[in-house]
């Protein structure tokens, strides 16, 4: 029995110490961000001892919720957004670190025919060739729905667009999947983590935009340190292949 207790005395002292400082980040991050993370936060949360609550939605949204006062430890937000938070005193204006960007892509249902978008004419063709084209709505803090709705603005085809455009509250991907949409616009990433869709191919190169991941700390952060250091290990080399290999260019 003695030697029972001093074993259970000592694996008790050695979870303590492995556990002292261990923190729960409160995370919102982007749905383009979210492949690479169900991959990189796992490996942080082993190497460090720290739990992160990822909570997944888009830019807009996440940037809505830090203004209102959310309570969080980090969000990733679009660079206009993150100049609008420090402005009003929401984030750390000592912390400004792109973990990378994604360019815009078309898909098709898994098997349909692919378009052509490789150029802007063929582009412009095939949106007036589509029956349905969905998109996920501006009002839902989509940055690719509100890049989608100016840029056929921009290149004179939102009357002809207006009567066949489906506005969707979620990501397109069940309209197209389903064939209510012939043809969705997201971002690459979102588009290559999801296996019922086909990549129809980015938008060209004139009329390419690039979705920016700037990070936010909100003021009153309650984790900054383990933060910070969830922070360096997104930094590193093998956090930067992953997010490559998820599409994401942290370059």
């Known amino acids: 029995m003695a030697v029972f207790r001093v074993a259970l005395a000592l694996f008790l002292l ?27 936060v796992p490996e942080f949360e082993k190497a460090s001892g720290h739990h992160v609550k990822a909570t997944v939605a888009n830019a807009g949204t996440i940037a809505a919720h830090l203004q209102s006062g959310q ?13 609008r938070l420090r402005q009003d005193g929401r984030i750390d204006p000592a912390v400004r670190i792109v973990l990378g960007k994604v360019g815009l892509g078309a898909f098709v249902r898994r098997g349909a025919d692919t378009p052509d978008i490789d150029t802007v004419d063929a ?12 998109l996920r709505d501006p009002a839902q803090g989509s940055p690719v729905g509100t890049y989608m709705l100016a840029l056929f603005d921009r290149l004179m085809l939102s009357e002809e667009i207006k009567p066949k455009l489906m ?11 389903r064939g209510e ?5 997201s971002t690459l990433t979102e588009i290559a983590a999801e296996p019922r869709a086909e990549v129809v191919g980015p938008l060209p190169r004139e ?12 003021i009153g952060s309650g984790q900054r340190a383990a933060t910070d250091e969830f922070l360096r290990f997104l930094a590193s080399e093998s956090s930067k292949a992953t997010l490559r290999s998820n599409g994401i260019d942290p370059d």
């Open 181 to 185: 949409a012939d043809l969705g616009f």
């Open 207 to 218: 009329i390419q935009t690039y979705i920016v991941f700037t990070v936010a700390i909100p």
């Open 14 to 40: 050695a979870h303590t110490t492995s556990t002292v400082g261990a923190a729960e980040i409160s995370f919102l991050c982007t749905d383009a961000l979210a492949p690479s993370m169900r991959e990189l």
């Open 167 to 177: 506005l969707t509250t979620h990501p397109p991907y069940e309209e197209v999947i």
């Open 123 to 134: 582009f412009k063709r095939t949106i007036l060739n589509a029956k349905t084209i969905a």
């Open 71 to 83: 309570l969080a430890d980090l969000g990733i937000v679009l660079p206009p957004a993150w100049d």
